[in-house]
């Protein structure tokens, strides 16, 4: 009876933490741009809405709360057992776009890559990668669905990131480990780091000094890294996708639809104010903003997903 009682309280607790309402403002990004020119084994940066996306952010101190690797597209998979367990998983087309991640109500999973079309999202790409290395990290990450989301995790970063003068010193042994002393599972982060750790990728390593080769790298635990460290490494490529092109005939910038309302936005407090610094009261229309649809995709569809040319901020 208690258990019962248990589970159904913390799934009420985690849907009310997960609830993310719709967006307020348009994304400023080209999501059709960004979803035929991404690669598989990006990095996507995801700016969250929800209650737990709010925590995140004021831990870590990002705007960037989730994380998730991009695989490709079913086709795009090569090994027929890795393309079975994504159907196990519920993939039925082969041309739906995939990201794997960590969601707390779910667990490891794999989702398309349209259910993120209305955020604001930032890829970063690892550099240097081989292809060849690229698949591992892959069937590293699909190999982890059904993994259990380590909720205690994101409380154990929380610890982390406080100072130690105001928490007992004992306290540091139990970071990230089960009573047994096993390693527990992961988030959306660890599991991204941990693909990339398969392959001696490098995310933030650890830089030592070496008496023989001058420095040596060490690599870092799994379960520190969040999504803003995929921004901060230096292995990896930011890309952006600016919701109008700088590409377009200079100077793009005065092409840009600006109000003619002659206000300033305040962030803080979602309010508009005047060029004389007082408050002006506007109705805001919903964010239904939608680009330029692209023809569908059918079966004939190149599938190398290569775009022609990196898009560098």
Known sequence: MLGKLYRKLHKKIVNWLI??????????????????????CDVLLMEGRSRISHLIRSVIQSPWTHAALYIGRLS????????????????????????IEGLMDKG????????????HIRICRPIGLSAAD???????????????????????????FLPWSILPRSWGSTLFRTPT?????????????????????????????????????????PYLFTPKDFDYSP???????????PEEPLPYYR???????????????????????KMKKIKKKPATFEPPKEPPETPDEPQDNQPPEDKQS
Not at 21 to 39: A, G, H, N, Q, T
Not at 109 to 116: F, G, I, R, T, W
Not at 255 to 277: A, S
């Open 108 to 119: 490891t999973v794999v989702s398309p890559l349209a259910s993120y079309r209305h955020h």
């Open 181 to 221: 002393g096993e390693p527990e599972s992961g988030v959306c982060s660890s599991l991204i780091a941990e693909a990339f750790s398969s392959v001696q990728f490098p995310v933030l390593p650890f830089v030592e000094t070496h008496a023989e080769t001058g420095v040596e790298l060490i690599q870092r635990n």
């Open 235 to 245: 292995y990896f490529e930011i890309i952006k996708y600016p919701l109008f092109s």
């Open 255 to 277: 092409r840009l639809p600006w109000t003619k309302e002659n206000v300033i936005y305040q962030d803080y407090f979602g309010k508009y104010m005047n060029v004389h610094g």
């Open 19 to 40: 609830h993310e309402p719709p967006p307020s403002e348009v994304p400023p990004c080209d999501f059709d741009r960004l979803k035929y020119e991404i690669r598989p």
């Open 76 to 99: 795009d998979i090569e090994d027929e057992e890795l393309q079975q367990i994504l159907r196990d998983y519920g993939v039925e087309k082969e041309n739906t776009r995939l990201v």
């Open 134 to 160: 690229a698949q591992l990290v892959i069937t590293y990450a699909i190999r982890a669905l059904g993994e259990g989301y380590n909720v205690r995790q994101l409380l154990d970063l929380g610890r982390f």
